[in-house]
């Protein structure tokens, strides 16, 4: 770009031609961070690598905080958990107003499913399949949130995990890795948008880098240790995804990787991250991450302070020890000032992305903040969205949907509260706004009489229910014998057609330090269930869960089975819809449901081992199996039921003699055989037959949502090049072998028809 300017001169005039980088090219960017740097102090560049939590800072107090001196002293990059347009003005205030440098701050924030309008759990979200839906809801909550202040999100946490035990398997997208990597970067998408500079776009963070799903016996923040063949093939490809697609940031796990620590791993976070998917922005710790080395064993402050820096970590969340330690690490030579001046580029560099030099109050528009969040239209959406998401474990004789004419009972700890149908992280959420279940019911059915009774708490143990009760997300318990509550709902239930419960875990059963070693239903429900049974009444469950469980016994006990997560802001609407059958349910497991604890790990793409057991079998001695239970799930990977059916039929491949780099069409007729329009998730699923090193059994390599009428057909057909055969070999190559393949198409991964092929080179 050139710029014209007119020079005056004495009498004459000259006309200057000067070339001009145009704002926001990377070397506009960087000519500008350069002339920042070449100003900056060691001390100011060490602030810019701190984010401390902001504490309690209140709206018109800021500048009297511990935080607001430090601030001013150049010793802060950026703040989180600080919530409101106005407040984080006024902090913005002191950094571009009485620091020397006047450089912005980030604003961060867990904005998980959703900022004021809340969306189903993470979890949730990815049983819709429907990644433009997904998309859109990380649209709508950075909308809302950067309306409100907040440039930087903490998400999408894209951990794949195999282990429903871990209370985190809620926030992510399930066990599959292609699934997961196509959610990463929808939300990514969502968050960032086209331009990161927009005022209605915020930074995404990709977390928690790496593998912190895999926990030893999903114990949260346990030891992690796996081989790399493991990490490349089955672990790392939605982390991959989300650099693929963008993503300004990334967070380092709490886990150690190796035997190092994630956020001291090196390896981890310049080799792979940085030299091998060329991530060019910046890496945060997670909270206290740095500080918490020490605890792993691996040095004081200082040392693991000085390695956090040298192994790539650009920014310390809450620990202080960059700040702190750093400046005396360079005078022993441990660390050298290059790797503190790239740490503090990559910052200024985001902030510099995000249009925070240009308006550092880019998202302090009280005017946007009262208009744009909440609004009837996002919840609209959150509501479809919710509906999309529920999963229909099982519904015998149909009976679901429920018929308006008939007098329903709604029982349960889980149908009359609102602050639990959120679900796990909700920092900005107006949790008591939320639609719980009865009055969902109630507006969606204005006309069916539906009556309540409690029937239990949520457990009977009142020190468990404090615990999964945290962050004000009440359960309301009733200080009244067990036998009493179930006893009044006993009763209640004379005079209904049929009982709905909802009934399974509460929101903070499931989230970070919520790791489980009982995946049941708490015992008081099932009890309540068990007696409810007694009344001979047909009783449909509403189950709300933050994981895969283990509702073995409620699955051979009762007839219809609804898994609705947590929904978010509009749960007692999109169940409303759902059980009426407004909406007809098209969710689908993304993690395996097993028949018991026992069986965890258990997931789909697992690997054949020397000594499979014949299918359909359940015991043969010598064989890889159980004594007491057979091997399958009690709900597989891909799972889940319609108010319809759909009948695959007529399966083709383009050839079953592929050479080279040719394009493969393997395609499918689906037909909805049943009496109503619905939706169904058609997968692809490949199984590299013969490989230098094991392969899965199944993996997933594509999938289509199709809504058809009653008896409607359509061709489903994907298209497989050698891209999807790839995989990371024993030396960690990444590519195909030739050879045989089943290519398998189904509505889960364990009803699949199959057809074998040959692929040469
Ligand atoms: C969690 C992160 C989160 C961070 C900031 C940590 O405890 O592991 O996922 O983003 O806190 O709230």
Redesign the pocket.
Known sequence: MKKIVLLAIGSSIFLLTIAQQPAGSPAAMKSFIDNLMSKMTLEEKLGQLNLPAAGDITTGQAANTNIAKKIRDGQVGGL??IKGVEKIRDVQRIAVEQSRLKIPLLFGM?VIHGYRTIFPIPLGLSASWDIQAIERSAQIAAAEASADGISWT?SP?VDISRDPRWGRVAEGAGEDPYLGGEVAKAMVRGYQGSNLAKDNTIMACV??FALYGASEAGRDYNTTDMSRQRMFNEYFLPYKAAVDAGAGSV?AS?NEVDGVPATANKWLMTEVLRRQWGFNGFVVS??TGIAEMVEHGIGDTATVAARALNAGIDMD?VSDALLNTIAASIKKGIVNTAQVDAACRRILEAKYKLGLFDDPYRYCNPARAAKEIYTQAHRNEARTIAAESMVLLKNDGNILPLKKTSKILLVGPLADNAQNMPGTWTVAAEHAQAIPVLSGMQMTAPNTNISFARGSNLSEDAKFEERAGMFGKSLNRIDMPAGDLIADAVRAAADADIIVAAVGESAEMSG?SSSRTNIQIPQAQKDLLQALKKTGKPIVIVLFAGRPMDISQEAKDFPAIINVWFPGSEAGMAIGDVLFGAVNPSGKLTATWPQNIGQIPLFYNHKNTGRPLPEGQWFQKFKTNYLDVTNEPLYPFGYGLSYTSFTYSNMKLSSTNMQGNGTLTASITVTNSGKVAGKEVVQLYLRDVVGSTTRPLQELKGFEKISLQPGESKTVSFNITPEQLKFYNYDLMYDWEPGEFDIMIGGSSAKVQKLRMQWSK
């Open positions: 989180f958990n867990d903490f946490m977390k928690h967070m709490f997670d909270y969340m970070e």
